[in-house]
């Protein structure tokens, strides 16, 4: 396996998974050991039954010709005439645009804007065009911020500084990876522009072992990326054995949005309302219920209601159902959890509620979603 620079922990936890499985020997190589020039001695040392290219979300420069005939797969490689006829896993970059859409549109924006990594990279491109075709679609603004070629990260980030004090009022702002977030956060604080009632933030993100986390009150769409590096090991094995269509591409899409406080509404934080919140996380999957939870706060149920819509944008029920979906969600892709036990887990009164709401969101079954999206294969 040669593995991109930035070593991608989960996705190689993936891949040792389904090797594991099938009795095969990983051996992981720093990008900068394999070369395009040195992949000749590398098979010629190592003789490995297949190899997995992980380009990182870059044009890579490492074609299947390099490997003989040895089978080869790509992860993240955007270039698909240089994979030939390998098989590739790449993330759904319109997947990821819909999905950061549609969770900015609901605070109604006055305009959105997309803000690249701190580098300029094939990856942070697609994902901005992605967003800002649908944007457009819509009839809206989007308002594009990226890193220059030859630009130091340090002349970036001031730019993002400048950038952000300039943004109109009640802007949307979709970053393409936390650290990015991270930069717009400091840039809001650093102009007095508060979030989300002046701006607000969303950000894709990775797992924590491979990502430098969002600041912890930014709302991320998170991957599974263990998932993505299991489907590379499993195309490469279906390649070895001659059952890979040719060019055969997977997308693999976000699993869910993990929604903090920076796409809450534009409402004025009142005490008992952030204490609500995190009741709803932590109670949502037991049962709790908008009535109940309205019961543990002063005043009436109508005018704790009003007072949580005019402060997040949606309603109790919308949060309570939304956190319920996030661990239906999780048992569907990460364990094999009966899917007929999943909405008593998750706090659903009936199966046919959950699939209802599923269908709804996902427009699909669960047990599609599941073969879509888990790696428990």
Same mark, same amino acid.
């Given at each position: ?19 594991? @499985? ?11 050991? *394999? ?13 490995? /039954? ?22 080869? /797969? ?6 698909? @005439?240089? +994979? ?20 900015? *549109?609901?605070?109604?924006?006055? +305009? ?5 990594? &701190?580098?300029?990279?094939?990856? *942070? ?16 603004? +989007?308002?594009?911020?990226? @890193? ?23 802007? @949307? ?16 604080? /650093? ?34 990326? $263990? ?13 070895? !054995?001659?059952? +890979? ?12 949005? $993990?929604?903090? $406080? ?5 409402? !004025?934080? $009142? ?6 919140? #995190? ?27 009003? !007072? ?14 939304? &956190?319920?979906? #996030? ?22 009164? *009936? ?27």
């Amino acid at each position: 396996m040669i593995s991109g620079d930035t070593c991608q922990l989960a996705r190689l936890a993936g891949m040792r998974r389904y090797a594991a @499985a099938r009795g095969w020997e990983v051996e992981e190589l720093r990008r900068q050991d *394999s070369r395009a020039s040195m992949i000749g001695g590398i098979i010629a040392r190592h003789g490995p /039954a297949g190899c997995i290219v992980e380009g990182d979300g870059r044009m890579d420069d490492l074609p299947p010709t390099l490997f003989g005939r040895v089978p080869v /797969a790509y992860i993240d490689v955007l270039d698909g @005439a240089l +994979c030939g006829d390998a098989p590739r896993v790449i993330i759904d970059f319109d997947a990821v645009a819909d999905t950061a859409l549609r969770e900015l *549109s609901a605070l109604k924006p006055s +305009c959105y804007a997309a803000v690249g990594f &701190v580098r300029p990279h094939e990856w *942070s491109a697609y994902r901005i065009a992605a967003f800002k075709r649908r944007v457009e679609a819509c009839g809206k603004r +989007c308002i594009v911020l990226e @890193a220059e070629m030859g630009e130091s990260v340090e002349s970036y980030i001031a730019r993002i500084r400048e950038w952000v004090a300039g943004l109109p009022r009640g802007c @949307a702002i979709f970053a393409v990876q936390g650290p990015t977030a991270r930069n717009i956060l400091d840039a809001a604080r /650093a102009a007095s522009r508060n979030v989300p009632r002046d701006l607000a933030i969303f950000c894709t993100a990775g797992s924590e072992e491979t990502d430098t986390p969002p600041p912890e009150n930014v709302s991320r769409l998170l991957f599974d990326f $263990e998932r993505v590096g299991y489907i590379a090991a499993r195309l490469l094995d279906d390649r070895m !054995r001659g059952t +890979c269509a040719p060019r055969h591409v997977e997308r693999v899409g976000p699993l869910f949005v $993990e929604r903090r $406080e920076s796409t809450r509404g534009r409402g !004025r934080r $009142e005490p008992h309302i952030l204490k609500a919140l #995190e009741m709803i996380r932590r109670e949502a999957c037991n049962g709790l219920t908008a009535r109940d939870l309205a019961a543990r706060f002063p005043g009436s149920r109508r005018l704790f209601d009003l !007072r949580f819509r005019e402060a997040l944008g949606h309603s109790v029920l919308d949060e309570i159902i939304h &956190v319920r979906m #996030e661990q239906a969600s999780t048992l569907l892709a990460k364990t094999d959890t009966a899917i007929g036990a999943i909405a008593g887990m998750c706090g659903f009164g *009936s199966d046919s509620a959950l699939d209802k709401l599923f269908r709804s969101r996902y427009g699909m079954s669960m047990r599609e979603w599941r073969k879509r999206n888990s790696w428990l294969k």
